[in-house]
């Protein structure tokens, strides 16, 4: 009890100042669980994400806007199916949660499981704590499934994995929930691996940062504050960087911008995320206006050119937040704690950069690029041996936001998502605001297509390229039409794993009974 207090006060700070929130409630007991040691006592996860609900809707940021956050869940813990079903739409009012966002953080085990068509179990947490002394939520399942389903002091039920798939599906479907964090993915590459566990993601599926418990003890007793997660953002237009063929200038622009955000930020009142921000500096710069951009010099959003040009974007973009992070830290002779654990020391992380040139192959490509140095394996190495020397500011430095709506005011395409609809109609309060896609003109109009009209197995594919250069995590959006079913929306989630992506944010459906005109929506 005193760990939710703790978080609901935090929650509530946080919103406060504008935050958007995550909390992951994997830790706490399934309903039924026992409570000091009497059974059946224990409410489960669904009355204290009711209760984020509330702090949330309460905490309205002087009542300009409601506070926002995401409960998440593993999807081992025995109250899934509970927690899914709060958002359906004839769900209760007592079981459902209307403004609450939900996100299941699913580990490789359960996609394996599902591959293979073998049942699954789902734990009760307190027992699987009381019997390893460890956490459900802290486990690595592939190592340790099978001491769980064998254990006989834990208590679990057995469900089926791909039906469970397409109840995430079906969800999806209604309410564009769940939020789906593959976990086995996001630690894979993580190059904090050895500091700790990233173990959720943020509002918005773009943050992946190593995450530690706090233990808060009773009142007159100090309490163990550990990291927790701190996100400063900011975004590069795409086509302004090409255009004034700045990549470098850019990246370091926004780095230094984001480093003082992250110098200046004091949330006292949130401990966690303070320790967090004072010890690994960390920030998430990402991109916007990739659809922009590319249809302005008539390149298919699902084109090979178009893979090729984010494969070289996006490692220059890498690149140079590296070399930036480096000088920082070699001017101030600071790094992040404990870089000397993390593999940028040990030079594993710059392994496939010796190894592959990302220059494009496709001349119309290359061209885009004239102007701008992009670096080579040799340059990597170099870097490699300067970040041995000096180390980084940063422990995390790049992540992809969605930026729905600092995109409108930049003229830009959401960041490297494709388009919804060529001219998007918003509406705000009482008025109604049209925005036409940037540079649209009658030369480039079938370069924007729309996203309900594209392959999703080609629109992964290109994000998987991208992620490959990303360290944190890529806001990930599906759309689907009416004609999609819940097993093709299923595979989705399938070839995302596989082709290594750390998150899927929204699925937006669109029905194709009530499509319109284009042409005529003006």
Same mark, same amino acid.
């Given at each position: 009890?005193?760990?939710?207090?703790?978080?609901?006060?935090?929650?509530?700070?946080?919103?406060?100042?504008?935050?958007?929130?995550?909390?992951?409630?994997?830790?706490?007991?399934?309903?039924?669980?026992?409570?000091?040691?009497?059974?059946?006592?224990?409410?489960?996860?669904?009355?204290? /994400?009711?209760?984020?609900?509330?702090?949330?809707?309460?905490?309205?940021?002087?009542?300009?806007?409601?506070?926002?956050?995401?409960?998440?869940?593993?999807?081992?813990?025995?109250?899934?199916?509970?927690?899914?079903?709060?958002?359906?739409?004839?769900?209760?009012?007592?079981?459902?949660?209307?403004?609450?966002?939900?996100?299941?953080?699913?580990?490789?085990?359960?996609?394996?499981?599902?591959?293979?068509?073998?049942?699954?179990?789902?734990?009760?947490?307190?027992?699987?704590?009381?019997?390893?002394?460890?956490?459900?939520?802290?486990?690595?399942?592939?190592?340790?499934?099978?001491?769980?389903?064998?254990?006989?002091?834990?208590?679990?039920?057995?469900?089926?994995?791909?039906?469970?798939?397409?109840?995430? /599906?079906?969800?999806?479907?209604?309410?564009?929930?769940?939020?789906?964090?593959?976990?086995?993915?996001?630690?894979?590459?993580?190059?904090?691996?050895?500091?700790?566990?990233?173990?959720?993601?943020?509002?918005?599926?773009?943050?992946?940062?190593?995450?530690?418990?706090?233990?808060?003890?009773?009142?007159?007793?100090?309490?163990?504050?550990?990291?927790?997660?701190?996100?400063?953002?900011?975004?590069?237009?795409?086509?302004?960087?090409?255009?004034?063929?700045?990549?470098?200038?850019?990246?370091?622009?926004?780095?230094?911008?984001?480093?003082?955000?992250?110098?200046?930020?004091?949330?006292?009142? /949130?401990?966690?995320?303070?320790?967090?921000?004072?010890?690994?500096?960390?920030?998430?710069?990402?991109?916007?206006?990739?659809?922009?951009?590319?249809?302005?010099?008539?390149?298919?959003?699902?084109?090979?050119?178009?893979?090729?040009?984010?494969?070289?974007?996006? =490692? =220059?973009?890498?690149?140079?937040?590296?070399?930036?992070?480096?000088?920082?830290?070699?001017?101030?002779?600071?790094?992040?704690?404990?870089?000397?654990?993390?593999?940028?020391?040990?030079?594993?992380?710059?392994?496939?950069?010796?190894?592959?040139?990302?220059?494009?192959?496709?001349?119309?490509?290359?061209?885009?690029?004239?102007?701008?140095?992009?670096?080579?394996?040799?340059?990597?190495?170099?870097?490699?041996?300067?970040?041995?020397?000096?180390?980084?500011?940063?422990?995390?430095?790049?992540?992809?936001?969605?930026?729905?709506?600092?995109?409108?005011?930049?003229?830009?395409?959401?960041?490297?998502?494709?388009?919804?609809?060529?001219?998007?109609?918003?509406?705000?309060?009482?008025?109604?605001?049209?925005?036409? =896609?940037?540079?649209?003109?009658?030369?480039?109009?079938? /370069?924007?297509?729309?996203?309900?009209?594209?392959?999703?197995?080609?629109?992964?594919?290109?994000?998987?390229?991208?992620?490959?250069?990303?360290?944190?995590?890529?806001?990930?959006?599906?759309?689907?039409?009416?004609?999609?079913?819940?097993?093709?929306?299923?595979?989705?989630?399938?070839?995302?794993?596989?082709?290594?992506?750390?998150?899927?944010?929204?699925?937006?459906?669109?029905?194709?009974?009530?499509?319109?005109?284009?042409?005529?929506?003006?």
């Amino acid at each position: 009890l005193n760990s939710i207090n703790y978080v609901l006060n935090t929650c509530g700070q946080l919103s406060k100042i504008g935050g958007g929130v995550a909390v992951n409630l994997s830790k706490l007991r399934a309903r039924h669980e026992s409570i000091k040691g009497i059974e059946n006592c224990s409410s489960g996860v669904l009355p204290v /994400a009711k209760l984020l609900e509330d702090v949330f809707s309460y905490v309205n940021q002087l009542g300009q806007r409601p506070g926002a956050g995401v409960a998440y869940l593993n999807v081992f813990h025995w109250d899934i199916e509970e927690f899914l079903d709060t958002k359906k739409i004839n769900a209760s009012e007592k079981a459902r949660l209307q403004t609450l966002s939900i996100g299941l953080i699913i580990p490789n085990q359960f996609m394996s499981l599902a591959q293979r068509n073998e049942k699954m179990h789902v734990f009760a947490p307190h027992t699987v704590y009381q019997a390893l002394g460890e956490h459900l939520d802290d486990l690595d399942m592939e190592a340790r499934y099978e001491e769980l389903v064998n254990h006989p002091d834990i208590k679990k039920r057995e469900l089926d994995p791909r039906k469970l798939l397409i109840q995430i /599906a079906r969800m999806q479907f209604e309410s564009g929930y769940p939020y789906i964090v593959f976990k086995g993915n996001a630690n894979a590459a993580h190059a904090l691996k050895d500091m700790g566990q990233i173990k959720m993601s943020n509002l918005c599926t773009e943050i992946f940062q190593l995450q530690e418990t706090s233990t808060i003890h009773d009142y007159g007793e100090k309490d163990i504050i550990r990291r927790d997660i701190s996100c400063n953002l900011g975004s590069l237009n795409i086509a302004n960087v090409m255009e004034e063929k700045a990549i470098a200038q850019s990246v370091f622009a926004g780095m230094d911008a984001l480093t003082s955000v992250s110098d200046k930020s004091q949330i006292k009142n /949130a401990p966690g995320v303070k320790k967090a921000n004072d010890e690994l500096h960390a920030v998430g710069l990402g991109v916007m206006n990739l659809h922009g951009y590319l249809a302005k010099q008539n390149i298919p959003y699902e084109s090979d050119e178009a893979k090729q040009f984010v494969r070289t974007f996006f =490692m =220059m973009m890498n690149y140079y937040s590296i070399l930036r992070s480096m000088e920082i830290a070699k001017e101030r002779g600071e790094t992040f704690k404990d870089f000397e654990k993390s593999t940028y020391a040990c030079g594993e992380y710059f392994e496939r950069y010796l190894k592959t040139d990302y220059a494009p192959s496709s001349k119309r490509v290359l061209t885009l690029f004239e102007g701008m140095t992009i670096p080579t394996p040799n340059d990597w190495d170099e870097l490699k041996q300067k970040v041995a020397t000096h180390g980084l500011y940063h422990a995390y430095r790049l992540a992809i936001a969605p930026t729905q709506s600092i995109g409108y005011i930049q003229n830009a395409t959401p960041s490297v998502a494709p388009i919804i609809d060529v001219i998007e109609r918003r509406t705000y309060g009482d008025s109604t605001t049209y925005y036409p =896609m940037p540079y649209l003109s009658v030369e480039n109009f079938f /370069a924007y297509k729309s996203a309900y009209h594209m392959n999703m197995f080609k629109v992964i594919d290109l994000v998987a390229e991208i992620q490959e250069h990303i360290d944190q995590g890529i806001s990930t959006t599906l759309y689907v039409d009416s004609n999609t079913s819940t097993k093709d929306l299923a595979r989705y989630y399938i070839y995302a794993h596989q082709k290594g992506l750390k998150a899927l944010y929204y699925t937006r459906t669109k029905n194709l009974a009530f499509e319109e005109c284009v042409s005529c929506s003006v």
